[in-house]
């Protein structure tokens, strides 16, 4: 099957959504091309800016064609528009149009599918009133208006199916943008298990903790991500303080931007040279999952991120808050997360709920057992990739 996907931004050394799509309809046997942006950095990205001077060029990622372009149009950072894209589409005559999110390009690959009827059109959706839609302007205007009525109205009877990615997108797009729930079917954002069961097999788990010198029967709390006072990471390292056990470390992997300075230094002061504490720093994906593979349980705050569904598939038990529109419990059939909800998010119920994972009679190991059984049912790109697929017949 030939699929073309289109998105904002697609970077090869990350794992969002759209990198595992591309490393599993791959592994399938799939013909996949995506059109993105000419973004490099993603810090850049998330704080729009961008070099529109940069040419366009084509890249190659699991074999899969990346077509990186420029912008024709960046309004604010929430409406961007590539140079044309109809002759790419022609060149490709895909079977299956994958939109990430609403994008004004999207119009061209539905001028393809009207001359091609057998050719289908699936969008995912990852916006929720946790990350969009914070004030007036934003929801009536940009969302009701210009979002709504010139983009999604116009081509949404031709969309086989919407994904979004959690409950909350659920919400906001039958609520924002009157989409039933007929129309949806949930999409998680799930994790590259593959490259999970690759890393248990090579013993990095040892290596790591003979680098930090973790003895194997110690405990290792893992946490991650860009440090910034929403993930709330400081109230683990609080919490972790008070507990005051030699034999449990705390991994903190990742760093801040230029904007969270700050908020470092107060992170390295809160740990105060405790030895039990260890900052690994930026890692790229496969680091990532080398350092879960070494640690016992995951702990996050605040401020969803892939790295939750990551832990799982490493077979983490999770600790997480839910500040609104975050809520895991879609994921939690087995029982492996402990959920906290924003009135609970404190350093006295992050350091209890810790405890009772940790020092209860099996407890922990019950759990591990329990994240390994959810990452199988919910998070194998595998399975997930069938989902996406359902909608297209291909006639031989």
Same mark, same amino acid.
């Given at each position: ?11 090869? #050394? *990350? ?9 599993? $309809? ?10 993105? #942006? ?66 004004? %390009? ?9 001359? %091609? ?25 940009? &969302? ?24 909350? #997108? ?18 998680? *954002? ?10 248990? +097999? ?23 991500? +860009? ?21 449990? &470390? ?18 390295? /002061? ?20 080398? &350092? @879960?593979?070494?640690?016992?349980? /995951? ?11 990551? /832990?799982?598939? #490493?077979? @983490? ?12 419990? $879609? ?9 906290? +909800? ?8 992050? !350091? ?6 940790? $020092?209860?009679?099996?407890?922990? =190991? *019950? ?5 390994? !059984?959810?990452? =199988?049912?919910?998070?194998?790109? %595998? ?14």
């Amino acid at each position: 099957m030939k699929i073309l996907m289109l998105c904002e931004l697609y970077i090869e #050394s *990350l794992e969002y959504q759209e990198n595992l799509l591309v490393k599993y $309809y791959r592994k399938h046997g799939h013909e996949v091309t995506v059109i993105t #942006s000419t973004y490099e950095n993603v810090f850049d990205y998330y704080n729009n800016k961008h070099d529109n001077s940069l040419p366009a060029k084509v890249i190659y990622d699991h074999g899969a064609k990346i077509i990186k372009l420029p912008f024709k149009f960046n309004f604010l950072g929430k409406i961007k528009k590539y140079t044309s894209i109809k002759k790419i589409v022609e060149e490709i005559q895909p079977d299956l149009l994958y939109i990430h999110d609403i994008m004004p %390009n999207m119009f061209e690959m539905l001028d393809y599918k009207k001359k %091609n009827p057998h050719v289908k059109m699936i969008m995912d959706y990852h916006a929720d009133y946790s990350n969009s839609a914070n004030g007036w302007l934003s929801l009536n205007i940009l &969302h009701k208006v210009i979002r709504k009525y010139f983009y999604m109205d116009p081509i949404r009877k031709h969309i086989s199916k919407f994904y979004p990615i959690v409950p909350g #997108s659920t919400k906001f797009l039958n609520e924002v943008y009157n989409i039933p729930h007929n129309e949806m079917d949930l999409l998680p *954002l799930g994790a590259d298990t593959d490259l999970v069961a690759e890393i248990k +097999k090579s013993g990095v788990r040892d290596e790591i903790r003979n680098k930090l010198g973790i003895n194997d029967e110690d405990v290792i709390i893992f946490t991650g991500g +860009k440090f910034t006072p929403a993930k709330k990471t400081d109230l683990l390292v609080k919490a972790f303080n008070e507990i005051n056990d030699t034999t449990l &470390h705390l991994l903190i992997v990742g760093d801040a931007d230029q904007h969270n300075q700050e908020y470092k230094k107060e992170l390295l /002061a809160l740990s105060n040279n405790n030895p039990n504490i260890h900052y690994i720093g930026w890692l790229n994906n496969r680091g990532v999952y080398e &350092h @879960l593979s070494a640690s016992d349980i /995951a702990v996050f705050p605040a401020s969803q991120s892939i790295v939750w569904q990551q /832990a799982i598939a #490493s077979g @983490l038990p999770l600790i997480v808050g839910d500040v609104g529109e975050q809520s895991v419990q $879609y994921l939690n059939e087995f029982g492996a997360i402990t959920e906290l +909800k924003k009135e609970d998010i404190n350093k006295e119920q992050i !350091k209890k709920s810790i405890e009772d994972i940790i $020092y209860g009679e099996d407890e922990l =190991s *019950l759990r591990k057992e329990m994240a390994l !059984k959810t990452s =199988s049912k919910y998070l194998d790109w %595998n399975h997930l990739i069938n989902k996406t697929l359902s909608h297209v017949k291909i006639s031989n």
